[in-house]
């Protein structure tokens, strides 16, 4: 699974300290907040991602391919209410003290809905393996140094960590997946075995997650105006901005990260011919 794909393109608890007890955010808020970001339409997104990379899993590793009994599996783990569910629980225990009422006023804005709508296009466009080749090559055709447009987007992906972020989601997402199969039955490693062979992985994992950061936010951006970019570079540069892109990636590791043990241990299950 391609964890870079959490890229948004994104139990509350008191805080306290030996005098002072800082509330953390309400339910409601972190809800306005979610309505702000589009969260419902990219679960939908998801879900239909979700759908055909367990497709390609079958295609790869089942005798028979894809069936309806491993689509219904599939179909389960990737419901939207329950793809919620896992990036709230993850979102909330991460998210802290942190005001949101910047953070909702800005994904409130006409700019910020602007960003929501532009990144949603390009998460449903990069569905298409055609539109994401196209856009990989605009992105290795670039040269530097960059125009201040792609300039902008950047400072807004170091700012923000993506690279590193992704990488680390995305083997993270691996090594689940492997520990599925393995409690499942379908392969025989040791744990050692297990994380050297996705540690492994990580030089090709940070060069191709490179590639589909800034061809992703290239497309993703291109209608947007290089002032448009840049507020969303100030905003990511304050406190709320950061914690808020903490709490993002927390909730969608764990998501990741549940959905790639549970499709590792069904997979391994269907391989053995059990029943699902």
Same mark, same amino acid.
Not at 18 to 35: G, I
Not at 114 to 136: G, K, N, S, Y
Not at 170 to 182: E, K, V
Not at 230 to 249: I, M
């Given at each position: 699974?391609?964890?870079?794909?959490?890229?948004?393109?994104?139990?509350?608890?008191?805080?306290?300290?030996?005098?002072?007890?800082?509330?953390?955010?309400?339910?409601?808020?972190?809800?306005?907040?979610?309505?702000?970001?589009?969260?419902?339409?990219?679960?939908?997104?998801?879900?239909?991602?979700?759908?055909?990379?367990?497709?390609?899993?079958?295609?790869?590793?089942?005798?028979?391919?894809?069936?309806?009994?491993?689509?219904?599996?599939?179909?389960?783990?990737?419901?939207? *209410?329950?793809?919620?569910?896992?990036?709230?629980?993850?979102?909330?225990?991460?998210?802290?003290?942190?005001?949101?009422?910047?953070?909702?006023?800005?994904?409130?804005?006409?700019?910020?809905?602007?960003?929501?709508?532009?990144?949603?296009?390009?998460?449903?466009?990069?569905?298409?393996?055609?539109?994401? *080749?196209?856009?990989?090559?605009?992105?290795?055709?670039?040269?530097?140094?960059?125009?201040?447009?792609?300039?902008?987007?950047?400072?807004?992906?170091?700012?923000?960590?993506?690279?590193?972020?992704?990488?680390?989601?995305?083997?993270?997402?691996?090594?689940?997946?492997?520990?599925?199969?393995?409690?499942?039955?379908?392969?025989?490693?040791?744990?050692?075995?297990?994380?050297?062979?996705?540690?492994?992985?990580?030089?090709?994992?940070?060069?191709?997650?490179?590639?589909?950061?800034?061809?992703?936010?290239?497309?993703?951006?291109?209608?947007?105006?290089?002032?448009?970019?840049?507020?969303?570079?100030?905003?990511?540069?304050?406190? *709320?901005?950061?914690?808020?892109?903490?709490?993002?990636?927390?909730?969608?590791?764990?998501?990741?990260?549940?959905?790639?043990?549970?499709?590792?241990?069904?997979?391994?299950?269907?391989?053995?011919?059990?029943?699902?």
């Amino acid at each position: 699974m391609n964890a870079a794909k959490t890229l948004a393109g994104w139990g509350f608890a008191l805080v306290v300290t030996a005098t002072t007890a800082f509330a953390a955010p309400k339910p409601a808020e972190v809800d306005a907040l979610f309505e702000a970001l589009g969260m419902e339409a990219m679960f939908e997104v998801l879900r239909e991602e979700g759908l055909s990379y367990g497709d390609d899993l079958a295609d790869q590793m089942l005798p028979g391919g894809t069936g309806p009994s491993w689509q219904a599996v599939v179909a389960r783990l990737h419901d939207p *209410e329950s793809l919620e569910e896992l990036v709230r629980a993850g979102f909330d225990e991460s998210i802290g003290d942190v005001e949101l009422a910047p953070l909702i006023a800005f994904f409130g804005s006409e700019t910020g809905q602007r960003i929501i709508e532009m990144e949603l296009a390009a998460r449903r466009a990069f569905m298409d393996e055609d539109t994401e *080749e196209a856009a990989r090559d605009l992105f290795r055709e670039t040269q530097e140094p960059y125009d201040a447009h792609l300039t902008a987007i950047q400072r807004f992906i170091e700012v923000n960590e993506l690279i590193d972020m992704n990488v680390v989601g995305a083997l993270n997402a691996n090594y689940m997946f492997m520990r599925g199969l393995m409690q499942g039955g379908a392969v025989e490693m040791s744990e050692e075995e297990v994380l050297s062979d996705v540690w492994g992985q990580e030089g090709t994992t940070r060069m191709d997650t490179h590639e589909w950061v800034y061809s992703f936010l290239m497309l993703a951006y291109e209608p947007l105006s290089t002032e448009e970019v840049q507020a969303y570079v100030t905003l990511s540069e304050t406190p *709320e901005g950061a914690a808020l892109n903490r709490a993002l990636f927390a909730g969608f590791d764990r998501m990741y990260g549940t959905i790639s043990l549970s499709l590792g241990l069904a997979l391994a299950r269907q391989m053995q011919g059990e029943s699902l």
